[in-house]
């Protein structure tokens, strides 16, 4: 006879705090309350819709499963303990000390007084950082493991830099033109066509670097065949405030005169061009999922547009020299010295989240936010610092599409993958959702005299042609049949006749000027002559 084992309690309080946390899984995918089914009367309704909130509390169980074990890492945010205690007043020590190891390691500030101020970029996957200093320093470290993988100097000035598909190659905006490095440091090549350009964008599916020189004209060279695709010219003078909107890769440039306009490689105009600002555009950002775009400009305002209706959600009264999404949808602004974090509080509201204020005299150029880290790159004039903002970087990441743990066999097959799913410049517009879709119906034209009397005489044939029924009772009488068959011709030809009608009761468009004695006065002098 076998002895029942007692329970452990300590297991037993394991398995009902796992069972706590699945069930607030479920609920948070589940659609609401289930319906009040025991009211109802009709059988059949009754058990249909029992078997659908059966079905939908199954997908709720299995969406919290997959959570569970694809997604195991849990983004959060800085959450205060009182109601009066705000979060933008912790600074980063205090963040620091409450963190893991490996995330306390992160933030960084690296002094370099006399070559700034700074511009730094990521990789689409954040493990890869190129930084440029004013005065010609170029730096490349891998910040998964801090380690400078190249260093050097090209005595020149540096107004931009930027990655191309992999961190294999990237661009450097230089005193006359922009150039190619690749990882060593080797000079591949000078885009002189490009003339002095002041900012770069690099369109990863379609393999594009865009830039914006000093005569506001904007160029797009394909990376993968160097082929020059376009080459606009703005009409709206010197700008360096452009950025890319990654929902459908146009290009978003920011104006002296307060406009933002939207290009694409394969349109002369501007697709969009919005007055968003009553001064200069200093800012532009495009939100993860495109449909939000934020503006500012030296009229002290920070605008959040809606760009499914090209309106203002929210505008607030602030400086911002540069701007920022992160993956998670916060929003950092640099104004001086001061960086702000701003986080959406419901319908785009957004608040303010963290502040984080540099060293007096520490002008801020550029904020950037590193992808799948909580963290926030900040390139100014007197160096580079990192800060951490908890709940800007997306927790899980998907191998298939970025890793920022490859290996270089990892590295090449993507390339080669990228290479082979390049997207034509064609594909660039406002909506990428109409791609494959089908074309509208053109509206009917009228259709000319000739027409309507060829398509008439097709159904009186039809119609003589058509057998009518014999009866009996001398209802078949052959004068009978033929009324019928004329009934038939008639009924065949009534539209199309209407249709005949119309276009003989309007004036011929040529229709000829008459006699002068037929005009009036004003208008004889237009009356044709008559040839004597």
């Not at 954040?126 to 440029?132: K, Q």
Request: glycine content about 8%.
């Amino acid at each position: 006879m076998g002895i029942a084992k007692e329970e452990d309690p300590k297991e037993r309080k394991n398995h009902q705090d796992a069972m706590e946390v699945m069930e607030m899984k479920v609920a948070k995918f589940s659609r609401g309350k289930a319906a009040n089914l025991a009211n109802l009367r009709d059988k059949k309704l009754k058990g249909q819709l029992t078997g659908k909130e059966k079905l939908i509390g199954l997908s709720a169980k299995a969406a919290a499963q997959a959570e569970k074990w694809f997604l195991p890492i849990e983004g959060g945010y800085l959450e205060p303990d009182e109601d009066l205690e705000k979060t933008y007043r912790y600074q980063q020590p205090d963040i620091v000390q409450n963190v893991d190891l490996l995330s306390s390691r992160k933030p960084f500030d690296m002094i370099l007084p006399v070559l700034g101020p700074y511009t730094l970029e990521y990789t689409s996957n954040g493990r890869y950082m190129i930084v440029g200093g004013r005065k010609g320093h170029i730096a490349m470290m891998d910040m998964l493991n801090m380690d400078l993988i190249k260093e050097f100097q090209v005595r020149e000035t540096v107004r931009d830099v930027a990655f191309l598909h992999n961190e294999q190659l990237f661009a450097v905006a230089q005193k006359k033109y922009p150039y190619i490095y690749n990882r060593h440091g080797t000079e591949i090549h000078c885009l002189k066509e490009h003339g002095k350009s002041l900012k770069l964008q690099f369109l990863e599916k379609q393999f594009l670097l865009a830039s914006i020189n000093s005569f506001g004209q904007l160029h797009y060279q394909d990376m993968s065949t160097g082929e020059m695709i376009a080459n606009y010219r703005t009409g709206l003078g010197r700008t360096d405030v452009m950025r890319v909107n990654p929902y459908n890769a146009v290009i978003g440039l920011g104006h002296a005169g307060g406009k933002v306009t939207m290009w694409k490689p394969t349109s002369v105009k501007p697709l969009v061009t919005m007055l968003c600002h009553n001064g200069p555009v200093t800012a532009v950002a495009f939100d993860k999922g495109g449909h939000l775009m934020a503006t500012a400009g030296v009229d002290r305002k920070i605008k959040i547009w809606d760009l499914r209706k090209y309106e203002v959600v929210h505008s607030y009264a602030a400086r911002a020299q540069s701007l920022d999404f992160s993956q998670k949808g916060l929003l950092a602004g640099s104004n001086g010295s001061l960086v702000e974090i701003y986080r959406d509080c419901g319908g785009q509201d957004y608040k303010i989240y963290m502040k984080h204020r540099m060293v007096k005299g520490y002008q801020v150029g550029k904020v950037l936010f590193r992808p799948y880290e909580d963290i926030c790159g900040i390139g100014h004039s007197m160096g580079l610092s990192s800060i951490l903002v908890p709940g800007s970087g997306e927790a899980n990441f998907d191998t298939f599409v970025e890793n920022p743990v490859e290996t270089a066999k990892q590295r090449r097959e993507r390339e080669v993958h990228a290479l082979l799913n390049k997207l034509p410049p064609e594909t660039i517009m406002l909506n990428p959702n109409a791609i494959g879709s089908l074309r509208r119906p053109k509206k009917k034209e009228k259709k000319t005299k000739k027409e309507i009397e060829e398509e008439i005489e097709e159904v009186v044939e039809a119609a003589k042609n058509t057998r009518v029924k014999k009866k009996t009772k001398g209802r078949s009488k052959p004068s009978k049949r033929a009324t019928k068959k004329e009934e038939v011709v008639l009924r065949a030809k009534r539209p199309l006749l209407d249709q005949y009608k119309e276009i003989e009761g309007q004036p011929d468009k040529k229709q000829r000027v008459g006699e002068k004695s037929e005009l009036p006065k004003a208008l004889q002098r237009f009356a044709k002559k008559t040839q004597s």
